[in-house]
């Protein structure tokens, strides 16, 4: 049964390199989704408000990749 374990963590892989960043912009989706509305932005912060978001999130991600293996980032 282990080896089924191990099949699926592969194929889990070949999508999705870190399962938290995936996580991270699923959930931002989520609360972009049902939350903006709430807020009555004008409609052309939208992008603006999705943008921040998601960079944001990348940022944070590299940064903890770059962490983990030792660099310093300036």
């Not at 999705?16 to 932005?41: E, H, K, Q, T, Y």
């Amino acid at each position: 049964m282990s080896w089924l374990k191990t099949v699926l963590a592969e194929i889990l892989g070949l999508f999705v390199d870190d399962i938290s960043f995936a996580l991270a912009i699923i959930i931002w989706l989520g609360i972009f989704r049902l939350g903006l509305p709430r807020l009555n932005l004008p409609a052309a912060w939208n992008a603006v408000v999705l943008f921040a978001g998601l960079a944001t999130i990348l940022v944070e991600s590299a940064l903890r990749r770059a962490s983990a293996h030792g660099r310093s980032v300036r």
